[in-house]
């Protein structure tokens, strides 16, 4: 069905009707000029905005829409854990071009709906419009925390312990595979073309992605870790610096620093690798190290805790020290395999 046929409030009546509020902060969501939230006296109100463009962030040639749906509301979760905050509200806005069909967008809330409901948000408004660029997405969360839970990048201290989750490396590796098969993929449209072979005669294209599952999920079905944030408040434990890793490990590590005025010392051994990332960056003539430091889209995070908790974080699953924090004068630096140390340099994400 063409957009046009439900037009702007059709659609979004039709993306939202089926959508149940669960937080008792969102006292009004979808259907008037403003939704209606109530905080209670004592907490703090976090709010984080994302952008996306297709094109820049996402392709559609391999990306379904469910699961970009789904990742487009995990990165904005990630970054309310990432305050040590719980995501309570979320809008979501959209610029569609012709091209998208009611059904297409379906398929997108279907993944952002299932996001909201694994992380307990409610989406409670948003905006739709015409693009000319395709599709474009903007997502705003809101979330809230204890003041004295909150945690900045900002307070980072000599000596903490340098600590991520999960493993890091896997998405950029799996972005690395998408785009190979889409290489093979056109090159072979190119090839029938210029055979004069009509592109709907093609026998259907079969990607090679055997053995590589791991990678194509951290991609195309990051997750936001909520778990750890409950397991560190269930040990009592506050990080004093705190983001998740969207841009890249090195990245990441230079705005804590920045922001903390601190130095810091991490160990290329001790970086958390997936097997199926380390094979992959072989057989791509790739550095795996360089991938886990720069590759972004990870959604883990990175912390930092005081010396004296190092016994209790190493029994937390999920979590791994890898370096310490240090004074701002010894810079950022990486202890390489062989003892040697390199300056660590933020290889990210650049506006152009």
Not at 79 to 102: C, E, H, W
Not at 133 to 138: A, C, E, N, V
Not at 337 to 350: H, N, S, Y
Request: charged content about 25%; overall charge negative.
């Amino acid at each position: 069905m063409e957009i046009a046929e439900l037009g702007e409030f059709g659609l979004i009546r039709r993306l939202t009707e089926q959508i149940e509020l669960k937080n008792p902060e969102t006292k009004h969501g979808v259907g008037d000029d403003c939704a209606v939230l109530e905080f209670e006296a004592g907490r703090q109100v976090l709010v984080t905005t994302d952008l996306l463009l297709e094109g820049v962030h996402f392709d559609l040639q391999y990306m379904p829409l469910k699961h970009l749906g789904y990742k487009s509301a995990i990165a904005n979760l990630s970054d309310i854990y990432a305050m040590n905050g719980r995501p309570r509200q979320m809008t979501v806005s959209l610029g569609l071009s012709k091209r998208f069909t009611v059904e297409d967008m379906e398929e997108f809330y279907a993944g952002l709906r299932l996001a909201c409901e694994a992380h307990s948000c409610d989406i409670v408004g948003g905006d739709t419009s015409a693009s000319m660029t395709g599709l474009t997405i903007s997502i705003t969360c809101i979330g809230d925390a204890r003041p004295e839970d909150v945690v900045y990048r900002n307070g980072a201290k000599d000596t903490d312990l340098i600590c991520v989750t999960g493993d890091l490396g896997a998405a950029y590796m799996g972005l690395q595979l998408l785009e190979r098969e889409k290489s093979v993929y056109n090159q072979q449209l190119r090839e029938a073309q210029q055979r004069g072979e009509k592109l709907d005669s093609l026998p259907p294209f079969q990607p090679d992605f055997s053995g590589r599952e791991y990678l194509l999920e951290r991609q195309l079905k990051p997750e936001a870790r909520k778990d750890i944030i409950e397991a560190l408040a269930k040990e009592g434990i506050r990080p004093t610096a705190m983001m998740d890793i969207s841009d890249g490990l090195s990245s990441e590590l230079h705005h804590i620093c920045t922001q903390s005025h601190t130095g810091c010392r991490i160990y290329e051994e001790r970086l958390p690798l997936d097997y199926q990332t380390a094979v992959l960056a072989e057989e791509l003539n790739m550095n795996v190290t360089t991938c886990a430091l720069n590759g972004g889209e990870d959604y883990e995070l990175l912390f930092t805790v005081p010396l004296t908790e190092h016994d209790r974080i190493v029994t937390i699953p999920g979590i791994k020290v890898i370096g310490h924090i240090t004074k701002p004068e010894l810079g950022l630096q990486l202890v390489c395999r062989d003892g040697v140390e390199m300056e660590l340099k933020a290889q990210g994400w650049k506006a152009i």
